[in-house]
């Protein structure tokens, strides 16, 4: 039984009667571009309608890497200078003693008063809140009554001061810790101290602007530095 193909259908032709077929077969270049088009079509609708801010990224900012000093607003070489200054608080020696005054910074006194508490209390560290607290408010009371007599000071400058001119009685203090038996000596020590310290607190907060009631002020400043010196000393 022979089936003939219908008319569009396949035709059948016998190898013995097909021509040898050669050739090439070219292929148009078909590219993937899976959801490309439908998400270009997405975004324009989103940018369309006022949501165009759902598609910006933001690149991470780098963390920043400043030291620990910079970020606690520590300077180093400032508060060395500024200890100089009320060490040697004489104008011969040509240091610029006013920065000590007009840029007033925390953590320098605040490390003097710290330091001044531990040889105070040789190990008893439950007073060094009291010192703390004569510090604050004692430098409150000079900055009030500075006020009230007419002087352009904050509290900053003069907390910042009264901290750093504890100096002079922490470089006394080893050395009444030598002359300690010899009562005149010591007393004479303690003296100087006390004189050092006042001066070179008194000549940077009491300025021209008092003109004669500088006594009303550099007394104060005095019992101040002897009360501290009297948490050293137990006198």
């Known amino acids: 039984m022979q089936f003939s193909p219908a008319s569009g259908d396949f035709t059948f032709v016998s190898s013995t009667d097909a021509e040898e ?19 270009r079509d997405a975004a324009t609708f989103l940018r369309q309608r006022g949501y165009g801010w759902l598609l910006e990224v933001e690149e991470d900012e780098a963390e920043d890497t400043k ?16 200890v100089r200054c009320v060490l040697m608080p004489m104008p011969s020696l040509g240091f610029n003693r006013q920065v000590v005054r007009d840029n007033p910074d925390f953590w320098g006194p605040l490390a003097v008063v710290l330091l001044f508490s531990m040889i105070s209390i040789y190990g008893q560290f439950r007073v060094v809140s009291w010192i703390i607290t004569i510090w604050i408010f004692g430098s409150l009371t000079i900055f009030l009554l500075a006020r009230v007599l007419g002087g352009e000071v904050s509290y900053g400058q003069v907390l910042g001061v009264i901290g ?17 038996s010899f009562e005149v000596v010591s007393t004479l ?3 100087f101290g006390v004189f050092w ?3 070179s607190a008194a000549s940077l907060l009491v300025g021209d602007e008092f003109k004669t009631k500088k006594p009303l002020l550099i007394y104060p400043i005095f019992l101040l530095y ?3 010196l009297s948490l050293y000393t137990g006198v």
Not at 67 to 82: G, W
């Open 21 to 39: 077929l050669s050739g090439t077969m070219d292929a148009p270049d078909v590219q993937l571009n899976m959801g490309g088009e439908q998400a």
């Open 67 to 82: 030291p620990l000093l910079e970020e606690l607003d520590i300077d180093l070489k400032d508060i060395y200078y500024k």
């Open 164 to 180: 750093y001119s504890l100096l002079p009685l922490i470089v006394i203090a080893p050395v009444l810790l030598i002359t300690g």
């Open 189 to 191: 020590i303690k003296l």
């Open 197 to 199: 310290a006042a001066y």
């Open 226 to 228: 002897i009360y501290f």
